[in-house]
C-alpha cells in the first residue's frame, strides 16, 4: 500500500515509477474549500498547494479557495485536520465523505460514558 502525498500532476508522474497504481483511475480535480475567517489570513500564507488561487473573499473575513489536486487520503486528513475552521463546497463527492467522517466522529463523543481503561 502507498500512501505518498501526490498533489499535483507533475507530482503524480514522477512518482508513477513507485506507485504506479495509485491514481490509475483518478483524475485531477478542481476543489473548493472555505476557510473561515479565524484560519483564513494563516491560509493565505501558508497554502495548501502551489495550485491554489482565492476565488473569493467574503465579508465575514472567510475566503474561498480553488485548487486542483486528487482526492486522496491525505487531502482528507488535511481538510478534516482543520475541523469546524474548514468546508468542503466542492466537489459534492468529496463533501459526502469528509461530512460522513465527521459524522462517524462525532458519533464517538455521543456515546454514553467513556471506556474503561486500566492504567495500571
Known amino acids: ?32 474549500l472555505k476557510i473561515d475567517r ?7 500564507t501558508k497554502p495548501f498547494h ?3 488561487k482565492v476565488v473569493e473573499k467574503l465579508s465575514d473575513g472567510s475566503v474561498i479557495i480553488k485548487m486542483q489536486v486528487y482526492i486522496n487520503f491525505e487531502l482528507e ?19 459526502k465523505r469528509i461530512k460522513k467522517k465527521l459524522g462517524n466522529a462525532f ?8 471506556p474503561k481503561i486500566n492504567f495500571a
Open 38 to 44: 479565524s484560519d483564513a489570513p494563516y491560509e493565505l
Open 50 to 52: 502551489s495550485s491554489q
Open 1 to 32: 500500500m502507498c500512501f505518498l502525498l501526490v498533489l499535483s500532476q507533475d507530482k503524480h508522474k514522477t512518482h508513477a515509477s513507485i506507485c504506479p497504481k495509485l491514481f490509475k483511475s483518478q483524475k485531477l480535480l478542481d476543489i473548493l
Open 77 to 95: 486528513r488535511l481538510i478534516l485536520g482543520f475541523g469546524e475552521s474548514i468546508e468542503v463546497v466542492a466537489p459534492r463527492m468529496l463533501r
Open 107 to 114: 458519533k464517538l463523543y455521543m456515546e454514553k460514558g467513556l
